[in-house]
């Protein structure tokens, strides 16, 4: 079992992709799939041969963003098809897309052909404080809590959740910038913060991306999928933030475009265990232009942190959380 962090550096670019090609019959379920990284990624894969399966909310940008990936060279690569209606702030509308898909992807899960990529998110500007139907924090709800929800319906093979180098926010060594991303219980809401730092959308959004980076680790570790990994993307031009729809950053060689980014993603999805092995051991982390693989959480400011044991207590807690929650 492995479960990485695989980290892309735009000043120091890796030839990681080069002679990848998906394995005959791959499926891959993209959600997230109509703009910025979740549309390079499902263009990247379907260039190496793999079938994708769009999921977005809306089924207009849906089917534009299948459109434009079944436009990609080579044109006899598998059809990739757009399954919209997924609505991450509602758990209701999660399993029910979730259905939906299983109806596609029963034979590759059956074959263990199957990859998850949890991509889909939102930005962090504005979503503190509001909540999804069941009422969770809204960053944690959609980024991890549905992911893990889809995880458990599609039972891919593997996973490859989209985190982000903000969740280091959470290994600087003091406070209060620690608290807030590693408490003892990790769905438990916390008293009104003495800070406003803590009790920030920047913190929401990191602490989002640490649990996705912990939930790779648990989900290899208790056997649940053969293989998980997160993907810690660095500033990537996307339309995410409105800074960057007022300027191409990536032309200025200040950010990396999301056609590169995706590299370490492709790797992840496609590559056999074999290459996979050979970048680094079992549990292990790509930082930031860096080809060694490293432990996962091995930061200075998380030394004396034993990611293992909070990966377990991640998908205890969240599976408790999940059982307590009230159908809707």
């Given at each position: 079992?492995?479960a ?11 030839a990681?992709?080069?002679?990848l090609a ?11 799939a109509?703009?910025g990284?979740?549309l ?22 849906c089917?534009?963003a299948?459109?434009?990936v079944n ?5 006899d690569?598998p059809?990739a098809?757009?399954v919209?209606?997924l609505?991450?702030?509602s ?6 897309w979730a ?5 596609l992807?029963?034979r ?8 998850l ?11 503190h404080?509001k909540?999804t ?5 809204l ?6 809590i549905?992911?893990h929800v ?21 290994s600087?060594?003091l406070p209060p ?11 438990k809401?916390g008293?009104?913060s003495?800070?406003?730092l803590?009790?920030?959308d ?7 991306k640490?649990l ?12 649940f999928?053969s293989?998980?990994y997160?993907v ?5 031009q996307?339309?995410i ?8 950053w990536?032309?200025l060689?200040?950010m ?6 995706v590299?370490?993603?492709?790797v ?12 680094g ?7 930031s ?14 030394r ?7 990966a377990?207590?991640?998908?205890r807690d969240?599976?408790?959380l999940l059982?307590a929650?009230?159908?809707k």
């Amino acid at each position: 079992m492995v479960a990485c962090v695989l980290q892309w550096d735009v000043l120091a670019p890796q030839a990681l992709t080069n002679g990848l090609a998906a394995e005959r019959g791959l499926t891959v379920v993209v959600t997230g799939a109509n703009s910025g990284l979740g549309l390079a990624s499902a263009r990247a894969l379907r260039g190496v041969g793999a079938t994708v399966i769009l999921g977005c909310r809306s089924e207009e940008r849906c089917a534009a963003a299948a459109a434009l990936v079944n436009a990609d060279e080579p044109r006899d690569a598998p059809t990739a098809r757009a399954v919209a209606g997924l609505e991450l702030s509602s758990l209701k509308s999660v399993r029910r897309w979730a259905r939906r898909v299983r109806g596609l992807t029963r034979r590759a899960a059956r074959r263990g052909k199957l990859v998850l990529v949890a991509n889909a998110g939102m930005p962090n500007n504005g979503a503190h404080g509001k909540t999804t139907d069941e009422g969770l924090q809204l960053l944690t709800g959609c980024m991890y809590i549905s992911h893990h929800v889809l995880v458990k319906a599609l039972q891919p093979t593997r996973v490859v959740h989209a985190s982000s180098d903000t969740h280091h926010l959470c290994s600087l060594p003091l406070p209060p910038l620690v608290s807030p991303c590693l408490s003892d219980d990790f769905f438990k809401p916390g008293a009104p913060s003495p800070t406003a730092l803590e009790s920030s959308d920047l913190m929401d959004y990191s602490r989002s991306k640490l649990l996705l980076t912990l939930h790779a680790r648990a989900m290899a570790e208790n056997g649940f999928v053969s293989r998980a990994y997160a993907v810690s993307y660095p500033w990537v031009q996307t339309n995410i933030q409105p800074f960057m729809r007022a300027l191409d950053w990536s032309r200025l060689g200040l950010m990396a475009s999301a056609a590169t980014a995706v590299a370490p993603l492709l790797v992840a999805c496609v590559a056999s265990a074999e290459r996979l092995d050979q970048l680094g051991p079992n549990g292990g982390v790509f930082l930031s232009g860096q080809l060694e693989l490293r432990q996962a959480l091995d930061l200075p400011g998380f030394r004396g942190l034993n990611a293992s044991s909070l990966a377990r207590s991640l998908w205890r807690d969240t599976e408790s959380l999940l059982a307590a929650l009230p159908e809707k």
